[in-house]
């Protein structure tokens, strides 16, 4: 009996004196430890390990060599460190073969190793494990056999805030399955708040309503999903939750962003691309000013005052294009063919931003896509923007350009090589002025600061859940809403990549039972489990289609009659197929 | 004193189950201590409930109905098996609250707290340890097993006893016991023979049950098979033609939480096995071709293992070995341990493809392995710089 327990323990990876063995151990595997002391292990072990070092004390004085190897042995396997280890054991093996010591420990186990096979034959087939080779089995199992792990996630960081909430702790129980590393922002570290997370969470203190307490809690975090909520209904406290908050932290992260665009010279994928900068006299240089009209009115163009138009350097140092245009259907266009940086092109980024200053008019921004040697073959994609009195940026993501010529393929930023900025006098708004003060819609003053491209993300950077409303006491619903409403319209705002879940009614119950419905624009009636809304959390972490996009989504239901026109769509939460992907995709982005 | 009972109960949980704690304690204890078949320690078991509540009763009444428990709130015992890490996986997957019953040990199981359930001490052959991790669960899942080299009685009869007892006595609402397929067949095997008992024990007991038998694990086959190939040692297999459906644990998981969910399974005997039954020579047969080399293979014919066992039942010393080795009976019967799973499948809805086969485990489990240590490889031929 004892002869076999004890052969238990210097098991499968930790035989170091057995010759088949020695190969595999410089490879990889963990190291010894000293046996555990298990019930009735020990006292045989505890024997069989006094006889050999009670003889080895006799002999000390002759073979003060062999002992110091064998410490030095000990000192190094821990490090396994390879070569180090192979070539003392190598030594040691020699020793070993003329030493009778050595011989009885191998014989016997290769004995016990014998009969721990024999008998396992006899068992039942169940695996025995020590500890100590539970961290490899962990690897292995977690490895890319575990039908969790997500590709990706080993290098993501995300940080939970509302770690505790009732989604909040599946999501992170999720995440740690999936092998993401978690940050979760708790307000005390009380120790009842910490164990409810898992203890390889790294838990960082701050406050959402506190701005200066998120700037550790952001660093080194990829993504954020945001389950946090007023725990009262005190309108003080939830506009410090639900809005300012949301507002803190997508601060905190872009301002996070900015600084590791900063630290890479503005090589990251976060930064900003220049296409134009106006700060000195040069950088006018390639803009051209032209005139045109949409349509030709040779009576009137007799009697109206024309148009000008120049862009030109003053002596304050700004970039200003200013003119007018009396012309019935005239424009005028400012444009420059656009020469970017070797290695870059338009399609990493998303979208251009226009730091600019004037009198408030709106322009139509036009670019020209197609192959650069036939500029013929171009096509023309517009969209209008609209500026403010006094400077401000203006950003207009790629996806809103339309083409002039409607059969034309949406843009392709890759191909864009002009880029105008057109005035022209149609659908202009007064802008907000003292009483009094006369203005002309068609004359126009823009000072340009500079033009930049966004860049592009293909995943989320913020997710966060929100609520439909329903479910909520009528008294406190509206409050509630207002405060949601503005937080989700700080995150769209916040030039991030987002994604707002405005789950049902939220139930304790476990996911993946019954079919969800995605849908825009609050018409859900139905509740939806913690887990299925942290499962959906998770799972928009890494999917593109979840990007920039705000639904809501419940449990599936049978609609009732007269309102069934919409098209809603449903599905089964399952682990196999990832279900996310295509119910978002008919969902409208941006909304 | 009942008060204080309570508090000591919920001191480490949370206080969430006073009314049926209470209330039904002691009647339910009695009816079992009269009912049941195992005497000795559970008599000492009951002795340790009953003299912290013989006054319990009466006062019991007062206290108003605490929070119902939450269905999301399971127990998961032997969560550090092979199994049992898998079901833990699964239930913080599905949502679930964990919370798992292991014993105290000087390396404690820190990867179920890693993924995030919480771990509570107690030790299913010391009967008292019990209530306190009850309080508040529903459900209990127990894929406990004695380890090999401890007495088989302690922990899978003595203390399964006293685990049901006390679930029942507590109001937990439904018990999912693990169990070995075919173990009605085999009364010699002494594991089999108290799982059997168990299952019966459990179908007396008026618990709201499910019962699962199960064949074998694929992933005991990795230590077995897989890793002595790799690493060029010797692999030992017998010649018995006993066939077993092997089953991946993730597999088993995901179906127990089905079954579990399931009320019209409730009180039933499922049996979960793989899509095909393999022998040991086949399954050594298949890690050669996938591991790429050839195992070096010791064949141990039946007849001996058998005859070890008769040697050694013949010695008291010597009975655990020999009890240990009593798998070798079926092993010499002609048992192939699979069942056909259609009925199984259309019953919890699940899709046969679904399941994993042994050679795709395999397959995925190697060509991990081997990229592996290509990698290793390639790492240590840099470190050859140095030196």
């Known amino acids: 009996m004892s002869s076999t327990t004890a052969a238990l323990t210097p098991n499968l990876f930790n035989n170091n004196n057995h010759p088949c063995n020695r190969r595999w151990r410089q490879i990889s595997l963990p190291h010894s430890t000293p046996p555990a002391a298990n019930g009735g292990r020990r006292s045989f072990l505890t024997r069989a390990a006094a006889s050999p070092t009670g003889k080895e004390k006799k002999k000390k004085k002759n073979q003060n060599k062999e002992t110091e190897i064998e410490e030095t042995e000990e000192k190094l396997v821990p490090l396994d460190d390879g070569e180090i280890t192979s070539s003392v054991e190598a030594i040691k093996s020699r020793l070993d073969e003329v030493n009778p010591v050595g011989l009885g420990r191998k014989s016997r186990q290769i004995f016990d190793e014998v009969w721990r096979k024999f008998s396992g034959l006899g068992q039942i087939s169940r695996t025995t494990r020590t500890d100590d080779d539970e961290a490899a089995l962990l690897i292995r199992e977690g490895g890319p056999m575990c039908e969790f792990a997500v590709p990706g996630a080993q290098n993501t960081t995300v940080l939970v805030v509302g770690a505790t909430s009732r989604v909040g702790r599946i999501v992170v129980r999720k995440l740690m399955l999936r092998g993401y590393t978690v940050k979760a922002l708790v307000r005390n570290t009380d120790k009842e708040v910490v164990d409810m997370l898992p203890t390889s969470v790294e838990v960082v203190t701050g406050d959402v309503g506190e701005p200066s307490t998120l700037k550790t809690a952001i660093e080194g975090c990829n993504k954020i999903i945001y389950c946090a909520t007023a725990r009262s209904s005190i309108t003080g406290d939830l506009n410090r939750v639900d809005n300012l908050g949301v507002y803190n932290l997508t601060k905190a992260f872009q301002d996070y962003n900015n600084k590791l665009a900063q630290l890479r010279a503005g090589k990251s994928s976060k930064s900003k691309l220049l296409i134009a900068k106006f700060k000195s006299e040069d950088s006018l240089n390639g803009w051209e000013v032209r005139q045109g009209t949409y349509f030709q009115d040779v009576v009137a163009a007799k009697y109206d005052g024309g148009m000008d138009a120049k862009f030109e350097f003053t002596e304050e140092g700004n970039a200003v294009f200013s003119g007018y245009v009396f012309t019935r259907g005239g424009f005028i266009d400012l444009s420059k063919k656009l020469s970017l940086p070797l290695g870059c092109t338009l399609d990493r980024y998303e979208g251009l931003v226009f730091s600019v200053g004037g009198n408030g008019r709106s322009y139509v921004i036009i670019l020209e896509a197609g192959p650069l040697a036939d500029t013929s073959q171009s096509k023309m994609y517009f969209a209008r923007i609209s500026t403010k009195v006094g400077f401000c940026r203006v950003r207009v993501p790629f996806s809103t350009f339309r083409p002039v010529t409607p059969e034309d393929p949406p843009l392709d930023p890759f191909l864009v090589h002009t880029l105008t900025v057109r005035f022209e006098p149609r659908r202009q708004r007064p802008t907000d002025r003292p009483v009094g003060a006369k203005q002309d819609l068609r004359s126009f003053q823009l000072i340009f600061e500079y033009i930049k491209a966004l860049p592009t993300g293909q995943e989320t950077d913020f997710i966060l859940v929100s609520c439909t409303g329903s479910g909520i006491e009528p008294g406190r619903r509206e409050q509630v809403l207002k405060a949601k409403k503005a937080g989700e319209d700080t995150l769209r705002r916040s030039g991030l990549g987002y994604t707002i879940i405005r789950p049902g009614p939220l139930v304790e119950e476990p996911g993946g039972q019954r079919a969800l419905i995605f849908d825009q624009g609050n018409r859900i009636s139905q509740g939806i489990s913690c887990a299925d809304v942290a499962d959906i959390c998770v799972k928009a972490l890494h999917d593109s289609t979840a990007r920039n996009k705000s639904f809501d989504v419940c449990y599936e239901y049978v609609a009732e009659p007269g309102k069934e026109l919409y098209e ?16 978002l995709s008919v969902l409208e982005k941006n909304t | 004193m009942a008060c204080t009972f309570h508090a000591r109960l919920s001191a480490p949980l949370k206080p969430n189950l006073y009314s049926q704690t ?43 109905p605490g929070t119902p428990v939450r269905p999301t709130s399971i127990l998961v015992v032997g969560a550090t098996g092979t199994l049992g890490r898998q079901v833990v996986r699964r239930a913080l997957d599905e949502g679930y609250d964990v919370r798992c019953l292991v014993r105290a040990r000087p390396a404690p199981a820190d990867f ?16 008292e340890t019990i209530p306190a991790t009850l309080v508040g669960i529903h459900t209990v899942i127990d894929c406990a097993t004695g380890r090999p080299e401890e007495p088989i009685k302690t922990v899978d009869w003595e203390g399964k006893v006293a685990l049901i007892q006390c679930a029942k006595a507590m109001g937990i609402q439904k018990y999912v016991f693990f169990s070995i397929h075919n173990c009605d067949k085999h009364p010699e095997v002494p594991l089999m023979e108290i799982k059997y008992c168990t299952e019966k024990f459990l179908r007396d007991s008026g618990l709201n049950h499910v019962t699962i038998r199960l064949c074998g694990f694929m992933q005991g086959l990795i230590g077995q098979y897989a890793v002595p190939i790799l690493e060029e040692k010797s692999v030992w297999g017998t010649d018995a033609p006993t066939r077993i459906a092997y089953m991946d644990t993730q597999d088993i998981a995901r179906l127990t939480f089905i079954a579990l969910r399931n009320e019209n399974i409730n009180g039933k005997l499922l049996t979960f096995a793989g899509p095909r039954a393999w022998t040991t020579q086949e399954v050594i047969t298949l890690c050669e071709r996938l591991a790429g080399q050839d195992a070096n293979v010791t064949t141990v014919p039946v007849s001996i293992l058998r005859f070890t066992r008769q040697l050694t039942r013949l010695f008291e010393w010597t009975s655990d070995v020999a009890d240990r080795l009593a798998f070798s009976e079926v092993l010499s019967s002609d048992t192939v341990f699979s069942v056909p799973m259609s009925d199984t499948y259309t019953l919890l809805g699940v899709d046969p493809k679904e399941v994993s086969s042994l050679e795709k485990y395999l397959q995925d489990y190697f060509a991990n392995i081997l990229k592996k240590l290509k990698d290793l490889k390639a790492q240590s031929k840099q470190s050859d710089i140095y030196f």
Do not use: E, F, M
Request: aromatic fraction near 4%; include cysteine.
């Open chain 1, 568 to 583: 809603l769509v449903a599905h089964l939460p399952d682990k196999a197929n990832n279900y996310l992907t295509p119910a």
């Open chain 2, 112 to 127: 179920l707290r890693d993924w995030g359930a919480t771990v509570v001490n107690a030790d299913l052959s010391k009967p």
């Open chain 2, 22 to 64: 209470s209330l039904c304690w002691r009647r339910a204890l009695i009816a079992d201590a009269i009912a049941s078949t195992c005497s000795t320690t559970q008599g000492r078991g009951n002795a340790a409930i009953l003299t912290c509540n013989a006054q319990a009763a009466p006062a019991a009444v007062n206290l108003a």
